[in-house]
């Protein structure tokens, strides 16, 4: 044993000893509830094993020594990645290579389960499933990622119209078949893409969408182009970088068209309506506006503009229920924290570090700083980056941007292609593997 | 401004200068040090690094190295005497405290 051992174990005694001198005051002391004193082995339950949840629940296995126990539900059978899911829609990656099973998780003792949340009995602390036996947790986490609006879509009210226009934002079938769409097009058809006002998941995400589509029509289909339909004035992350990129390496295929809001979709023409002009393409891309995933909209955790849910950063607890946790694109940020897998991937950690102190009776991390970088890719290969760091500021109880900090890239280039892959390989690996 | 407002307003700004400075010692005596700085850190690194810096592609693995180089290296990012894509913007964002933290954590890792 060296000396780094001993040190943590004399820390884990006296922390022992703490918890059972506390444990007959704190629920009245210290405001800790009685129940995270209570049970001998505490249950999480961490639903939605994304980017968010998949690193919550490794990471309160690994930080609390296997003495939490961690069930993730998910409904999928595979965790397939929004992050590079453009380039399986531009043709220079397979849906396979942005594909990881769940089996990783095992090692680190999560309990994957294959199911979907359905309701929540805060009083009882219990999840209620689709099929399998309602479980029950001492805290709860839920990163649900979105679900879209179709409200003000009136031709796409029901499930069946919405499946016809496809949105290809959650990776997965949508994405496979978008690109089955553009692969069956004809050169010399239009491809049109919708933006729906911020906030909506991962902000560069749709310029980056056009870049790609725009590599395989001027390598395959030269005679083929794309309409951009932004709700937004104006491209709302990397713009310098993409306004470059459309500009250097696909002058004349893209036909980029601002604060051009969505009224209605012809699904038999295939026609975009907008306030002053229809736009018919041979192949159409709507991404619908969206909130919080449904089972975050319950017990009023929607509670910022009835779209996402407030947390407390210094442990994403919802602010609305107590030991209920929120993560990921479901939560409303902090301003200038986007919604990105990176930056669900570092909430996680400080929530699973919060969760982890919580059970144990310790104290939860009064400072938590965040960071986000996020890679785009212009081309098969040239990549550029948009980054930041944010640290809790204890008077605002918010997150800020450290002053300083983060950045752009000013162009793309294949250097950052080779870090945004070894980001991706990474990143999978630190919430799966 | 006459002598005696002066000294009036250096009193003041030493009444104040007392609180302030009583302030920030009970502040510094009430609050322990976060036990868990460095893996918390380390963790956030872990996204592009890989969990406890074992890398597994182009981004250089800091599982194992050197305690030392890896506040060095962070120093020069931040100060801008070494070149980088991402690493001179992120590395503003961190103190030296919680530098240096990181750096012991991912220094007592094994490589591999």
Known sequence: MNAHDGRTRRVRNRRAFLRIASTSLAAVAVGMRANEVRAAVPKVVVVGAGYGGATAAKYIRKWSAGRIEVTLVERETAFVSCPVSNLVIGGSRRIADITVPYDGLAKWGVRVVRDEALDIDPAARIVKLGRGDALAYDRLILSPGVDFIYDDIPSLATPEAQARVLHAWKAGPQTVELRAQLEAMPDGGVFAIHIPKAPFRCPPAPYERTCQIAHYFSTRKKKSRIIVLDANEEIQSKKALFTAAWESLYKGYIDYRPNSALVDVDLATRTLKLDFEDVTANVINVIPPQRAGAIARRLGMANANDRFCLVDFLTYESTEQRGIHVLGDAIQGAPLMPKSGHMANQQAKVCAAAVVALLSGDEVNLMPIVANTCYSYVDDKQAGHVTSVHAYDSVQKTMLVVPGSGGLSLSANEGEGVFADGWAHNIWADMLM | ?112
């Open chain 2, 1 to 112: 401004m006459d002598g005696a407002m002066t000294s009036y307003f250096l009193r003041c700004g030493a009444a104040v200068a007392a609180v302030c400075i009583s302030t920030t010692f009970a502040f510094a005596a009430d609050v322990t040090p976060y036990a868990n700085l460095g893996r918390d850190i380390a963790s956030n690194c872990a996204a592009c690094h890989g969990t406890d810096g074992r890398s597994r592609g182009a981004i250089p693995a800091l599982a194992g190295q050197d305690a030392q180089s890896i506040v060095r290296s962070m120093k020069e990012f931040r100060e801008g005497r070494r070149a980088a894509t991402v690493m001179q913007q992120i590395a503003k964002g961190y103190t030296d405290a919680q530098i240096e933290a990181a750096a012991a954590y991912f220094a007592a890792q094994a490589k591999q």
